[in-house]
């Protein structure tokens, strides 16, 4: 009998639109699904289907105009900006199709900024980004800034940043989406691995189907509705 | 530490914007701190007025003369320690753009009420000694290359002709207000010289200087040598030095106003040109403040950030500028020395300088960074790419 995992994620009803002026534009329409501890989600549809706005709900970045998220046991629709922030501070690591790296910040500085957040000491918050780095096979670019390393290490150093504070779930929109395939096919073995070994929930907005069938399961959103609710990933 | 390590790397990661926005800061603030020290330079006179000196003219012009006769009456007075007089001559050193100020005075009294006039005990001496002699400031000496001895002659503008003068002392400021480009020469050489050509005007003094005892004696001494000369053909108006200064600047007030007016003009323009900068610096990061936003920053590093951005580049611009205030005042005050005699960069300049710059600093961050705070993660991320 097979081990039912508990859910870290639990979005229930969920709706969100946008005001363009007097227009009210819907985006998201009665969401609801779950997502379990260590799972490796892809989020897939068209453009404007409202991928990246979901995403963005469930990272604490955007609020909902209705429904709940609950992401390891806290309704975070309930949240004030400053416990939000202090949330996301803590619990969800962000994955960025175009990097999102701060550049006049070295890439071992860019991991220590979220550490700043934290009660780490100056050289723990070292010792943490240096290890991260490592992970990612990128020790000897440590003191590069961003715009001398290639996409494809720059979107590990994002990895890296995303992973140095241990969240909760990670948080991934279109993260290959501006990398060749070489280097977009090492960035989604290091998720693999970030998933299968080290246990992380993963939760990807792709376009790429590629991507997608390295994800366990796999979500299509279209017009902002969900249109499966099988969780196996065809691909 | 990674804050300002951020902030610091942000104001110079445009290297030619952030050089030229300092530059016209540099710029601005060097011409506001100039034109403060021609204002300063306005009023250096009554700044540096006694509080025991007391002028005395005539009630109805300074252009009207008083007796010699009012002298000893006025020496008379109780509180009066010592009473000096003489007249604006008004000459003309060989061209009239080499003006400078220039007064015949009774040598004795006016060099004991001046004692910030520091001259040579010989040279004092000499000039006392010689009735066509004449004692001049430093500056005005150097100005013209003159020397100990030298014969110089001013055309009279009020007393025509030309005047003959023997350079016997250079007297030297004992304070950094003292004017040192006055020319004092004897009242009696004036005196005796227009009784032959205009008796009528002989024995009349433009001003009196009376020197108080003590300087809470001054209002009294005020009212009672105009009470003495109340109903008189040449009635008195006594006023303290600094309130004769005071008046004296009054009559160009309106230069002054125009002046101080165009020094807050100068800081208005910059404050627009450095509020364009930030706002432009502020639209190109606002992706990098949504990341940070993100990753859990909140409003108040954001403010610190674009708060301390342009407090960064205005104070490097003020720094710059107070590094060239002072050869640019020691060219201003010499190309100007006739008119600006005392030119000298004060503290309060410098402090007036930094202000400026931390007030245009701070306001040019407001707008920029209220919209950074207000616009929304989801918003600012969209802008990246």
């Not at chain 2, 309060?348 to 202000?355: A, F, G, K, M, S």
Request: overall charge neutral; charged content about 20%.
């Amino acid at each position: 009998m097979a081990e039912q995992k508990q859910n870290i994620v639990e979005i229930r009803h969920l709706f969100k639109s946008y005001r363009r002026g007097s227009l009210v534009v819907p985006v998201l329409f009665d969401i609801t699904f779950d997502i379990a501890a260590g799972e490796f989600l892809a989020l897939m549809g068209p453009s404007g289907s409202g991928k990246t706005t979901l995403l963005n709900l469930l990272a604490g970045i955007d609020k909902a105009d209705a429904g709940g998220i609950r992401v390891d046991g806290l309704d975070i629709t309930t949240f004030s900006e400053t416990e939000l922030a202090h949330w996301r501070a803590n619990h969800v690591g962000f994955i960025f199709q175009f990097y999102n790296l701060i550049p006049v910040l070295k890439a071992v500085e860019n991991l220590e900024l979220p550490l700043h957040l934290t009660s780490l000491s100056r050289r723990e918050r070292r010792e943490h980004a240096e290890m991260a780095l490592r992970m990612m096979g990128l020790d000897h670019r440590m003191d590069h800034y961003p715009q001398e390393l290639s996409g494809g290490e720059q979107q590990r150093v994002a990895i890296a940043r995303a992973i140095v504070t241990d969240p909760t779930i990670l948080v991934a929109d279109e993260p290959t989406g501006d990398l060749d395939r070489v280097s977009a096919e090492e960035i989604l073995a290091m998720m693999e691995r970030l998933n299968g070994e080290m246990g992380k929930t993963i939760v990807m907005v792709t376009h790429d189907p590629r991507a997608a069938q390295r994800a366990k399961i796999l979500r299509h959103l279209d017009k902002g509705y969900l249109t499966n609710d099988d969780s196996q990933n065809p691909l | 530490m990674m804050i300002l390590k951020i902030l610091f790397r942000n104001a110079f990661h445009s290297k030619l914007r952030s050089g030229l926005t300092i530059l016209g800061i540099a710029v601005a603030i060097l011409a506001f701190g100039l034109l403060r020290m021609v204002i300063s330079s306005w009023y250096a006179g009554v700044e540096a007025a006694s509080t025991s000196r007391l002028v005395t003219r005539n009630a109805i012009s300074i252009l009207f003369t008083l007796p010699l006769s009012y002298n000893e009456k006025i020496r008379q007075h109780e509180g009066v320690k010592m009473v000096s007089y003489g007249n604006w001559f008004g000459g003309i050193y060989i061209d009239e753009k080499n003006f400078f100020p220039n007064f015949c005075v009774e040598p004795r009294t006016y060099l004991a009420i001046y004692p910030e006039f520091v001259l040579a005990p010989a040279e004092k001496k000499a000039f006392l000694a010689d009735r066509k002699g004449f004692v001049a400031g430093r500056k005005l000496v150097a100005k013209h290359g003159w020397k100990l001895g030298d014969t110089v002659t001013l055309k009279g503008t009020i007393y025509p002709g030309n005047w003959d003068f023997v350079l016997r002392g250079i007297y030297k400021g004992r304070d950094e207000t003292t004017d040192e480009t006055q020319f004092y020469f004897h009242w009696d050489y004036l005196n005796e010289t227009i009784k032959k050509s205009s008796p009528q005007r002989a024995d009349q003094v433009g001003f009196y200087m009376v020197a108080v005892t003590r300087p809470d004696l001054a209002a009294e001494v005020v009212l009672a040598v105009d009470k003495t000369f109340k109903n008189s053909l040449a009635e008195t108006l006594t006023e303290t030095e600094k309130a004769f200064n005071q008046w004296f600047i009054a009559m160009s007030g309106a230069i002054v106003t125009a002046i101080q007016m165009v020094s807050f003009v100068v800081i208005i323009i910059i404050m627009a040109v450095v509020a364009n900068t930030m706002a432009m610096t502020t639209r190109e990061r606002i992706g990098d403040y949504a990341i940070m936003k993100t990753l859990g920053f909140g409003s108040r590093e954001i403010t610190i950030l674009i708060f301390g951005e342009s407090l960064v580049i205005t104070l490097t611009g003020c720094l710059t500028s107070m590094l060239l205030t002072f050869p640019a005042a020691a060219a201003f005050g010499h190309v100007l020395e006739t008119f600006f005699p005392i030119f000298i960069i004060s503290a309060e300049t410098l402090c007036l300088d930094v202000l400026a710059a931390i007030l245009i600093g701070c306001l040019a961050a407001l707008i920029p960074t209220g919209q950074a705070i207000r616009i929304g993660i989801a918003d600012g991320l969209r802008r990246i790419g």
